[in-house]
């Protein structure tokens, strides 16, 4: 550093992350490649199937993920973001009633994947959307389901019948092109991709020019909202679409 030189501010962002996920890791990292200053810290709990069923649902209790978050506080990161979806299915009270305990235990300020999507739907005022997953089909009905109850309207939807959650990251870009451009002819605000075990971050850009659709990947969602609360400016991300690009 030369002699008289502000230091630079180090931004730690604690990502909680699936034990089984292992694409938001990678793309995460990529999407920050141009902020040196700013890291990416992860911290895993057991997540393997996701489901309706008693066991799946358990995977998201909340004792387990407040433990993980207690070691991202270890690593005195600035916020702690749920990188996960499950309040899609299960319910979005659950990501609020989770971020408040987190802010409770660590004192880091909490945020995740789906309640930075809410934000963005507000900034946007996007009420209609499409949506694409992995998810079998009862996990996808349910999401339908608490998004309208959000007041969110799914005008179109593909899934892929998946229920093993390391097997999400198997799927092709190809495949997920398929569905967003499936769902993209009914018109929607925008088209949300909600799993971040998928990499549709990395399509955003070609797919949003093509299409004329604001394409909301999870992973990138959960990264923009992470970013905000750490004070750091979401635009300093390129490549990966029009969410780093605007100004919502």
């Known amino acids: 550093m030369t002699a008289g030189a502000a230091p630079v501010r180090r931004v730690r962002l604690g ?3 699936p ?3 292992t694409m938001l890791e990678p793309v ?18 057991r997540v393997t ?10 995977q998201f209790d909340h004792s387990p993920m407040l433990a993980a978050a207690d070691l991202l506080a270890d690593a005195r990161c600035d ?3 749920w990188n996960g979806t ?11 009633s989770l971020c408040s305990a987190i802010e409770s235990r660590t004192g880091i300020r909490a945020s995740s994947a789906v309640l930075a999507l809410a934000e963005i739907f507000r900034l946007a005022n996007i009420r209609r959307f499409g949506l694409v997953t992995p998810y079998t089909d009862d996990v996808q009905a349910a999401i339908v389901a608490n998004f309208a109850s959000e007041g969110y309207e799914c005008v179109a939807e593909r899934h892929g019948g998946i229920r093993v959650n390391f097997d999400f990251a198997l799927m092709g870009s190809a495949a997920i092109e398929k569905m967003i451009r499936e769902v993209a002819g009914a018109s929607p605000e925008a088209i949300v991709v909600l799993c971040t075990n998928l990499d549709g971050a990395s399509l955003a850009n070609a797919l949003e020019t093509e299409l004329g659709i ?5 992973i990138a969602v959960s990264l923009w909202g992470a970013l905000r609360l750490a004070g750091i400016d979401p635009s300093l991300v390129h490549g990966y679409g029009r969410l780093f690009q605007e100004n919502l």
């Open 86 to 96: 499950s309040a899609g299915w299960l319910g979005f009270e659950r990501d609020r």
């Open 79 to 81: 916020v702690i973001c």
């Open 28 to 45: 995460t990292s990529r999407m920050l490649a141009g902020l040196p200053e700013v890291t990416a810290h992860f911290g895993r709990f």
């Open 49 to 58: 199937e996701i489901g309706l069923g008693e066991r799946a649902e358990a």
């Open 15 to 17: 990502m909680l992350t």
């Open 214 to 218: 604001l394409l909301l990947d999870s």
């Open 19 to 21: 034990s089984s996920n």
